[in-house]
């Protein structure tokens, strides 16, 4: 399963990277492996992006030994399903809002590097 998968190397990931074409991530928002719990999120509407952005350096799962800077808003505002199917709102910020976004851009068919 996609939590699995995820839990094998890196902080984040969805779906669509291990093949499955559902709008469903999970990540973990600490930026930490084996800190935190991990989040799991379906259907993820952002509704409120920051506009303060940074600029950070990404990698990838599917893309190993890539790196990029990428400049993302430093909050979110999101309305998504947990595990369970309950709705929920949620807001990130700073590392977790990126990981987020790195993970939501693949449920949109976006790339770090594009």
Known sequence: ??????????????????GVNVQLMVFNPAGVKGEGEEIVLVNPVVYKFSKRLSVYEEGCLSFPGIYANVLRPDTVKIDAQDASGAKIKVKLSEL????????????QGILFFD
């Open 96 to 107: 977790s809002a990126r990981v987020f976004q790195h993970e939501f851009d693949h449920l």
């Open 1 to 18: 399963d996609l939590v699995s998968c995820y839990r094998t190397d890196g902080i984040g990931l969805s779906a669509p990277q291990v």
